[in-house]
């Protein structure tokens, strides 16, 4: 317990002394006058709300193993079980695996679940075995296996490759692959993922099924096939570029990049590592030593648990300190406010905001370096304008040196009940990295249904400058990307139309079929894309036509390359690809329509 204002402000002083301190204050009391006092009233002590304390336990849904510890394969497969199918549940866990070496595992990984290493290095902290996502429970298919990620450890596998059968919003970061990696789900069923970073896979990577997938800065050994759309920018040992056949569009660097928070253990303490960021960077921050960067003890952070209010949080804010948020639900009654540069809020096990009310759930103001991470934002039930906003409406400050990212920070609107949210994620801040994604109407679960979780639009960019690295974004009611600020730059965008639409009335845009999957706005002059998809399925009205996939200003500075659209088995089709460009999709084949570059 921290000590109470008089215990801190006597702490100094004998008994005695204190004894005589109190005394003095009771004559005060008794006297009006004596020490100034108009009245007894107001000699009452003021109390000052006791400080928000830093770091502390993580609580019951942070499982901490070391190599020591009995019974880590009974745990690993009692959470799976529990987490196996549980689409829409209520869990949120977090694996915590201490540095050291760890043999004959394998941590089978269900949904709302995180497995980390808490070394400095990916290698510190070795698997003898399996970090593993199949699709059993969904009959071999595993495009819904969403929301599940894997970070910070060595894998060497029992088998020699590891199984990683994954869909949107399951994020591999800081992984050292012993070995190969199979993306694709036991029988090679649909899969439809994914994400790498800052990782190295000494053997091949399979990717079979998966139709895309965006791999960042990390090394690999091979990569084997590709079916619509595999995109690489800075990793060594990528496929060359070849767009569309095969369809491989890789980058030798990325532009701008800076790594995701990460706890780890220094000595006995925890400690939240901040990578620092990189231009143009090619392959892993950790293969040739100690990653560069700063790191922050846990005592700077206020470690939040479940059913703590959005006034707490804001008032540990206020304190000075950053946010852990351990895995759990969180229901906000005001937007999360976050004001002072340099600001961390790292979730653990997908812990999830819940904006209650119609309000934000969380707001940044416009400063350097903010660092948003891994937690999921849920709509309410009532509409709420925004979800997430980074810097206020005209933001206009200069953050190239210090940007702020927003990194496996994902949105869902309906699914696990009625959501609505007219723009899920507005980026006013300039220089601001959206790195990993998954915005997401839901298409399935509960509280869906064209106007049942209505959310009109996925992301607004009105900041200048801005990156995005891995961007999925899906299923809105009108556009799902809105790009007004200038030289915005996207290294890999997928995207599915809303599947739901009634009839082509219900989307039409003035004049034009459809809304544009990724628009750019009328007046921006300079913009860059590099491997960008979308794909429709209008399965409640097959005859729905979109006239385009990617709508913008045709003018010299707004480039695009390696664009694809695609109808899924024939239901509603594409006239274009981007503005009037591209051949239409046809038929039932699932064939990719592709404009290698334009204008």
């Known amino acids: 317990m921290p000590p109470s204002p008089t215990d801190a402000s006597d702490s100094g002083r004998s008994p005695l002394a204190r004894r005589s301190v109190l005394g003095a204050m009771a004559a005060a009391a008794a006297a009006p006058g004596l020490l100034g006092l108009s009245s007894p009233a107001s000699a009452a002590p003021v109390k000052k709300?006791?400080?928000?304390p830093g770091g502390g336990d993580l609580g019951p849904n942070v499982i901490v193993f070391d190599p020591s510890t009995s019974g880590i394969q009974a745990k690993l497969d009692e959470v799976f079980r529990q987490q196996e199918s549980a689409q829409f549940g209520t869990g949120r866990y977090q694996f915590l695996f201490r540095p050291g070496t760890y043999n004959g595992l394998n941590a089978q990984l269900g949904f709302y679940t995180s497995i980390s290493g808490l070394g400095l290095s990916p290698d510190d902290t070795t698997i003898n075995g399996d970090v593993t996502v199949d699709?059993?429970?969904?009959?071999g298919n595993a495009t819904q296996n969403f929301w599940r990620s894997a970070e910070n450890l060595a894998l060497s596998p029992a088998n020699g490759t590891n199984r990683w059968a994954v869909a949107q919003a399951a994020p591999f970061r800081r992984i050292h692959v012993k070995g190969g990696l199979n993306l694709s789900p036991n029988g090679y069923g649909w899969a439809s993922g994914g994400y790498i970073a800052d990782s190295r896979i000494d053997g091949t990577v399979g990717p079979y099924s998966q139709q895309q997938w965006y791999t960042r800065d990390?090394?690999?050994?091979g990569w084997l096939n590709a079916v619509?759309?595999?995109v690489f920018s800075g990793v060594e040992g990528a496929p060359a570029q070849s767009f569309p056949n095969p369809p491989y569009t890789t980058l030798e660097t990325t532009p701008i990049s800076r790594e995701k928070p990460f706890l780890y253990l220094s000595g006995s303490e925890y400690r939240v590592f901040l990578p620092e960021k990189r231009t143009n960077a090619r392959g892993t921050t950790w293969g040739s030593g100690t990653p560069r960067g700063t790191s922050l003890a846990l005592t700077q952070f206020y470690v939040a648990k479940p059913g703590v209010t959005a006034a707490t949080l804001n008032a540990a804010l206020t304190q000075g300190l950053h946010l852990l948020l351990t895995p759990g639900i969180y229901h906000l009654d005001q937007p999360i406010q976050v004001n002072r540069a340099g600001t961390v809020v790292l979730g653990l096990g997908y812990a999830t905001l819940i904006p209650d009310?119609?309000?934000?759930?969380?707001r940044t103001a416009d400063v350097d370096g903010v660092r948003l991470a891994g937690f999921l934002i849920d709509a309410g039930p009532v509409n709420s304008s925004t979800l997430l906003e980074v810097g206020p409406s005209g933001a206009s400050a200069n953050h190239s040196a210090n940007p702020t990212t927003v990194q496996d920070v994902f949105i869902r609107i309906?699914?696990?009940g009625p959501g609505k949210a007219t723009t899920s994620i507005v980026i006013n801040s300039r220089h601001t990295i959206i790195d990993h994604t998954w915005v997401w109407r839901a298409d399935h679960g509960t509280g869906v249904g064209w106007e049942t979780n209505r959310a009109d639009y996925g992301i607004r960019v009105n900041g200048d400058d801005v990156l995005a690295t891995g961007l999925f974004v899906e299923h809105f009611n009108k556009y799902d990307v809105q790009w007004y600020g200038q030289r915005g730059r996207t290294v890999f965008f997928q995207n599915e139309k809303a599947y739901d639409a009634p009839n082509q009335a219900a989307i039409q845009n003035g004049a034009v079929k459809g809304y544009a999957a990724y628009k750019v706005g009328d007046s921006v002059?300079?913009?860059?894309?590099?491997?960008?998809?979308?794909y429709c399925?209008?399965?409640v009205d097959p005859t729905i036509v979109q006239h385009h996939g990617f709508a913008a200003p045709n003018t010299p500075g707004v480039k695009f390359h390696d664009l694809l659209v695609i109808s899924l088995g024939g239901q509603g089709q594409y006239e274009r690809v981007i503005n009037d460009t591209g051949s239409p999709t046809s038929g039932t084949s699932t064939v990719p329509s592709t404009v290698v570059s334009y204008p």
């Not at 002059?525 to 998809?533: A, D, R, S």
Request: aromatic share 16%.
């Open 414 to 416: 309906g699914g696990a």
């Open 537 to 539: 399925y209008y399965n």
């Open 218 to 221: 990390s090394s690999v050994g």
């Open 525 to 534: 002059t300079t913009h860059e894309g590099w491997g960008l998809g979308s």
């Open 49 to 52: 709300p006791l400080a928000l």
């Open 228 to 230: 619509w759309n595999m």
């Open 135 to 139: 699709a059993g429970w969904f009959g």
């Open 357 to 362: 009310n119609g309000i934000t759930a969380l």
